[in-house]
């Protein structure tokens, strides 16, 4: 079965305040961006999002993207950049380099391959993921919060499984300081006799929690939603 999915990036100003998405239906997307950057870096992150994001599968993926230069970096001038160690036929240093050296690693085994669409032209999937770039853009231009999408969710698919904890930087332990008792914490878990510590003594706790990739993604995508960052998320929910 092959996947299909447009993804696409903006950015206000290029550079200036930024997002990417990819988009499979109203029921299986994703969307992200930054403060400040530039819209190639927006495209490379949707398709990196998107491989990523479909990496517990074995289906073939077909990614419709409206832009030449994610496709000839990925079809065609990586090999050569990676031969010359990351730089240009002129010598210079690739630009993206990390964000292309994400790519390359998410594409290995994966079985794949592009279609050029043109942007802004009514493609119903490609208009579907710009809109949801944009959105991110102008949320991050207004200093709003950004929708990040249900993300993969499709059905008769099996979860992602849970990943090695020293695979990925998402995965390793996190340790977080409870806040003192004279700050009051956001709302607490749904099961606060997991945190209780009255019998221990006064003071702050450290607390070793290991987050699987796609936990760690929930949380961050719940702390930008909130304009917090995760530790912050984190120590309100402890």
Same mark, same amino acid.
């Given at each position: 079965?092959t996947?299909?999915?447009a993804a696409?990036?903006s950015?206000?100003?290029?550079?200036?305040?930024a997002?990417w998405a990819?988009?499979v239906?109203?029921?299986?997307?994703?969307?992200g +961006?930054w *403060?400040?950057?530039?819209n190639n870096?927006?495209e490379l =992150?949707a %398709?990196?999002?998107l491989?990523?994001?479909?990496?517990?599968l074995?289906?073939?993926?077909?990614v419709l993207?409206?832009?030449q230069?994610?496709i000839?970096?990925?079809?065609k001038?990586?090999? +050569?950049? *990676?031969?010359k160690g990351?730089?240009?036929a002129d010598? =210079?240093? %690739?630009?993206?380099?990390?964000l292309?050296?994400?790519l390359d690693?998410?594409l290995k085994?994966?079985?794949?391959?592009f279609?050029?669409?043109k942007g802004h032209a009514?493609?119903?999937?490609n208009?579907?993921a710009?809109?949801?770039?944009r959105?991110v853009s102008?949320?991050?231009q207004?200093?709003a919060?950004i929708?990040?999408g249900?993300?993969?969710v499709?059905?008769?698919?099996?979860?992602p499984?849970?990943?090695?904890?020293l695979?990925?930087p998402a995965t390793?332990?996190?340790?977080?300081?409870a806040?003192?008792?004279?700050?009051?914490?956001?709302a607490g878990?749904?099961?606060?006799?997991?945190?209780a510590?009255?019998?221990?003594?006064a003071?702050s706790h450290?607390?070793s929690?290991?987050l699987?990739?796609?936990a760690?993604a929930r949380?961050t995508?719940r702390a930008?939603?909130l304009g917090?960052?995760?530790?912050?998320?984190?120590?309100?929910l402890?």
């Amino acid at each position: 079965m092959t996947i299909i999915a447009a993804a696409d990036g903006s950015a206000l100003g290029n550079p200036g305040p930024a997002g990417w998405a990819w988009f499979v239906d109203d029921s299986c997307w994703a969307a992200g +961006g930054w *403060k400040h950057a530039t819209n190639n870096q927006g495209e490379l =992150k949707a %398709v990196l999002e998107l491989f990523r994001a479909t990496a517990h599968l074995d289906d073939d993926l077909l990614v419709l993207c409206d832009s030449q230069y994610v496709i000839n970096s990925i079809t065609k001038w990586m090999r +050569g950049w *990676k031969a010359k160690g990351w730089r240009k036929a002129d010598g =210079k240093p %690739v630009m993206n380099l990390d964000l292309l050296q994400e790519l390359d690693e998410a594409l290995k085994g994966r079985k794949y391959r592009f279609e050029w669409v043109k942007g802004h032209a009514n493609h119903p999937l490609n208009e579907a993921a710009d809109t949801r770039a944009r959105a991110v853009s102008e949320a991050f231009q207004r200093s709003a919060p950004i929708n990040p999408g249900p993300g993969w969710v499709r059905a008769g698919d099996a979860p992602p499984p849970r990943r090695p904890a020293l695979t990925a930087p998402a995965t390793k332990p996190a340790a977080v300081t409870a806040l003192p008792a004279a700050r009051k914490p956001p709302a607490g878990p749904a099961h606060p006799e997991l945190f209780a510590f009255d019998d221990e003594p006064a003071g702050s706790h450290t607390v070793s929690l290991e987050l699987s990739p796609e936990a760690h993604a929930r949380l961050t995508r719940r702390a930008a939603t909130l304009g917090v960052s995760v530790e912050e998320l984190l120590r309100g929910l402890i």
